[in-house]
C-alpha cells in the first residue's frame, strides 16, 4: 500500500467540552490529509480552486469511526492510501493514530465532476496511470 502521512497538533480550540478531539476535527484533519495526499499523487492539482469548465473531484461520501479520544498537544498522524478506483471515482481509505493508537479510521469516495456542466465525469488518463501505479504497489 503506498501510504501517504499527515501530521497535525491538537490544539486547545480543537477539543470539544470534554476536553477531547471534538469528532468534527476529525473530519477536517482527515480533510486536510486527503487534499494534501491528492496533490501530492496528481501535481498541478488546485482541490481548493476548481475553475468552471475544468476537471475537478467532489467528494461524495465519507465514513469515520471512531476508536479512541485524543487530547490537547497530541500529535496525530492521518494516513491515506488509495482503494478502489472506478471509471469516475476512487476511494481513498485513512486512520488516525497517535503514536501506536488507533484513534480513528475510515474512508470516502471522490468523485471526477465537471463544473461547468454540473456531474459526474471520467477520471482523466492521467489521474488514472498514477492511481492505478500507486494501488499496484500494494
Not at 473530519?27 to 496533490?39: G, M, S
Request: proline content about 4%.
Amino acid at each position: 500500500m503506498s501510504r501517504f502521512v499527515h501530521r497535525e497538533v491538537v490544539r486547545f480550540g480543537d477539543l470539544d467540552a470534554m476536553r477531547h478531539l471534538n469528532n468534527v476535527v476529525f473530519l477536517r484533519y482527515f480533510e486536510t490529509a486527503r487534499i494534501n495526499f491528492v496533490r501530492s499523487l496528481w501535481p498541478g492539482s488546485d482541490p481548493g480552486a476548481p475553475e468552471l469548465g475544468r476537471f475537478g473531484l467532489i467528494l461524495a461520501e465519507c465514513h469515520i469511526a471512531y476508536r479512541s479520544p485524543v487530547h490537547l498537544d497530541e500529535e496525530v498522524a492521518v494516513g491515506c492510501w488509495v482503494g478502489e478506483v472506478r471509471r469516475s471515482a476512487f476511494n481513498v481509505s485513512f486512520d488516525m493514530r497517535v503514536g501506536e493508537r488507533l484513534a480513528a479510521e475510515g474512508w470516502c469516495w471522490l468523485v471526477g465532476f465537471d463544473y461547468a456542466a454540473q456531474q459526474a465525469q471520467p477520471l482523466p488518463d492521467d489521474l488514472r496511470a498514477r492511481l492505478d501505479e500507486v494501488t499496484a504497489k500494494e
